[in-house]
């Protein structure tokens, strides 16, 4: 299996998820809690990260950190190595070997935009997981630090996430992130990280042009697979022309109402979604679906009859590439 594309450059902004292997716990009872953290710190400060917001859990962690130098893999290395070494020698009664389930996953994240979103949904984690009813009470996360100043963490970064609610230090910022971020609890919040071209690159257009330009430049080895999703794309009303003058059929094929196993609408929703990596709400509200689950069942439908239209799907796709 080909290895994940690490895209690394100067002033880089992530968002992180390491899991347990096979989903196992990467933290047993409070001591590893506490360690996990002490090897955040020391990452942070060896390597000059930023580190924005965090959260660890049972099974897996997040992070949401700036890189201003080029070291995203080796401070991961340094990081989830050390973490495993300590693990395994103290638990190595009950596990050996690999902690953390294959390599970590990466998301590049576009500088403007998303910090007070992915910090939330991150904060809202242990809540989401049932573990806590509120995300003050859970012990293991950067949350405490943006409501309390005695709770702050050194080495953490607080600032430009609460700049977003208000330009200086004060209570009432504090108090604006957490209503912010409270105003969410019991709603579905969707992740923002569903926005993610690719899996990889979360941002505006301009911004997933440039990472891909980043990948045809430093990754052109031919076991890497590049996504297709971030490669120059066509709009979504670009596919559904396209889709149209295959099928010969009128735009109205993609107002909501229309019925939901119409082909042509299946195979727009297959492109949208599938071939070139849009998100699920996106091509919904193009096609007029009523969701992304939706949208998903559709690409389901047109899967399961590929074959009867593989012909249109390859002249789609032939004209698409000329765009």
């Known amino acids: ?29 409070d001591l590893d809690f506490k360690k996990r953290l002490h090897w955040y710190q020391r990452t942070v400060e060896t390597y000059g990260w930023k580190l924005h917001a965090f959260v660890i859990m049972t099974n897996h962690d ?45 998301q590049v994240v576009d500088n403007q935009g ?5 910090s ?3 904060h809202l984690n242990p809540v989401r997981a049932k573990i806590v009813d509120h995300p003050t009470t859970y012990p293991w996360s950067s949350y405490p630090g943006y409501l309390r100043l005695s709770k702050r963490l050194p ?6 996430v609460l700049t977003e609610f208000g330009r200086r230090e004060s209570p009432s910022r504090r108090s604006a992130y957490k209503r912010f971020v409270e105003s969410a609890i019991g709603t579905k919040l ?16 301009h911004f997933v042009t440039q990472i891909a330009g980043m990948i ?8 890497l697979q590049i996504s297709l999703a971030l490669k120059a794309r066509p709009s979504l009303d670009q596919i559904v022309t396209a889709v149209c003058g295959e099928f010969g059929v009128g735009s109205d094929q993609f107002q909501e109402g229309t019925r939901s196993d119409n082909a042509c609408r299946c195979v727009a929703a297959y492109l949208g979604r599938s071939r070139y990596g849009y998100s699920g709400r996106q091509v919904a509200q193009a096609l007029g679906y009523r969701s992304g689950s939706s ?15 593989a012909k249109n799907l390859r002249s789609i796709e032939k004209h698409l590439a000329k765009i």
């Open 1 to 29: 299996m080909a290895r994940p594309i690490r895209v690394q450059y100067e002033g880089a902004l992530y968002h992180v998820m390491s899991r347990g292997n096979n989903r196992q716990a990467i933290a047993l009872d």
């Open 62 to 106: 997040h992070l949401f950190f700036e890189t201003p130098q080029a070291n995203l893999a080796v401070g991961m290395q340094y990081l989830n190595g050390s973490y495993t070494s300590y693990f395994n020698r103290r638990h190595r009664r009950k596990r050996a070997g690999h902690l953390f389930q294959g390599r970590y996953k990466a």
């Open 114 to 118: 998303y910090y007070v979103e992915i």
């Open 120 to 122: 939330r949904y991150i």
């Open 155 to 160: 080495w953490m970064t607080y600032d430009r």
């Open 190 to 205: 969707q992740s923002p990280f569903d926005e993610a071209v690719g899996g990889l690159a979360l941002g505006s257009d």
């Open 216 to 223: 045809d430049r430093f990754w052109s080895k031919p076991d």
């Open 295 to 309: 949208v998903t069942e559709a690409v389901r439908r047109f899967v399961a009859a590929r074959g009867r239209l």
